[in-house]
């Protein structure tokens, strides 16, 4: 998709969010869609005091959604409403909900989500490439560590303001015009744009392959669960954009976990950075890294220029 890189100021923005009319709102086209889920991109008048027209993203239901596909959004915009703003977290800048189908207007990041801008830098080199790509064409592996510090950025402070994630995947990372990477899709709205990752389970479609051992097998859903989850993604930017587990069923994964496999060493992954994964991956959440301690530790990694 060819996506107008234009600069949004959004320092005039309020940050009491409000309700938006409808009318301020011109749709100019689909950013993605799920099963009942969709984002659009729109130009929205009225949203800074500055600038006149901003180009904003505008998460939706498509028809034929059901009531529980509202209420799983209307809690992610609950959700929204409550955080403070973070430059690595997605901002909200408004919503429509009196009437249906209901709206919820957040920033509008250029460079679309992580997980396909990882694959889009793969090197393709003449020949077809393997699941565990590692060389990029155009980003460093500084380039690399900077988003991974930027999601541990947005992560902390979104464990800081005690909010659990439940879905941090690379696919849920959206990247700004000039790469900064910012957490999105908060309170598992379980739809909305990855249908395939959604593997079905006793009950509701689950994205396994990022989730801890205990939230599958217990439903425990903690800060420490997230951390987990981060592990996975460091996995995806180290292979850039891989599926988790390669040729394996949600069901032969969590066989393994159990009996303490882990995903092995990505080919191009420097010893220190598996390690800090290994120890997201710890089976007891307590020996988890927390976000802040992620986030030093890559800091001290950019800066010795790895
Ligand atoms: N895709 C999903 N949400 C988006 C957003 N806020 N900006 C750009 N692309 C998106």
């Known amino acids: 998709?060819?996506?107008?890189?234009?600069?949004?100021?959004?320092?005039?923005?309020?940050?009491?969010?409000?309700?938006?009319?409808?009318?301020?709102?011109?749709?100019?086209?689909?950013?993605?869609?799920?099963?009942?889920?969709?984002?659009?991109?729109?130009?929205?008048?009225?949203?800074?005091?500055?600038?006149?027209?901003?180009?904003?993203?505008?998460?939706?239901?498509?028809?034929?959604?059901?009531?529980?596909?509202?209420?799983?959004?209307?809690?992610?915009?609950?959700?929204?409403?409550?955080?403070?703003?973070?430059?690595n977290v997605v901002r909200l800048l408004g919503f429509c909900v009196e009437e249906d189908p209901p709206y919820i207007i957040v920033e509008y990041l250029s460079r679309g989500n992580l997980k396909d801008l990882l694959k889009d830098s793969r090197s393709k080199g003449g020949r077809v490439y393997g699941n565990l790509h590692g060389i990029s064409k155009s980003l460093?592996?500084?380039?690399?560590?900077?988003?991974?510090?930027?999601?541990?950025?947005?992560?902390?402070?979104?464990?800081s303001q005690q909010c659990i994630h439940r879905d941090l995947a690379a696919r849920n990372v959206l990247v700004a015009e000039d790469m900064t990477c910012k957490v999105s899709d908060f309170g598992l709205a379980r739809d909305v744009m990855n249908i395939r990752v959604y593997e079905r389970r006793s009950e509701g479609p689950l994205p396994m392959r990022w989730m801890a051992l205990e939230s599958i097998l217990d439903d425990v859903y903690t800060a420490e669960s997230d951390v987990w989850s981060y592990?996975?993604?460091?996995?995806?930017?180290?292979?850039?954009?891989?599926?988790?587990?390669?040729?394996?069923?949600?069901?032969?994964?969590?066989?393994?976990?159990?009996?303490?496999?882990?995903?092995?060493?990505?080919?191009?992954?420097?010893?220190?950075?598996?390690?800090?994964?290994?120890?997201?991956?710890?089976?007891?959440?307590?020996?988890?890294?927390?976000?802040?301690?992620?986030?030093?530790?890559?800091?001290?990694?950019?800066n010795k220029g790895k």
Not at 281 to 300: G, Y
Request: one cysteine or more.
């Open 1 to 87: 998709t060819n996506q107008e890189p234009e600069r949004v100021d959004y320092a005039n923005v309020p940050t009491a969010h409000k309700s938006v009319p409808r009318d301020q709102l011109k749709i100019i086209k689909e950013l993605g869609h799920g099963n009942f889920g969709l984002v659009l991109l729109a130009e929205a008048s009225g949203m800074t005091l500055g600038s006149k027209v901003t180009l904003v993203a505008v998460k939706t239901l498509k028809e034929g959604a059901g009531q529980s596909d509202k209420a799983d959004m209307m809690r992610e915009l609950d959700l929204m409403k409550k955080l403070p703003d973070h430059c």
């Open 140 to 159: 460093t592996s500084k380039d690399l560590m900077k988003f991974a510090k930027d999601v541990a950025d947005g992560m902390a402070f979104i464990s």
């Open 231 to 302: 592990g996975v993604l460091l996995w995806e930017i180290v292979t850039l954009g891989a599926r988790p587990y390669p040729a394996m069923t949600a069901n032969v994964m969590i066989g393994k976990l159990q009996s303490g496999y882990r995903m092995p060493k990505p080919q191009h992954c420097q010893q220190e950075l598996y390690a800090m994964m290994l120890r997201c991956w710890d089976d007891d959440p307590d020996n988890r890294p927390t976000f802040t301690m992620i986030s030093a530790e890559l800091e001290k990694y950019i």
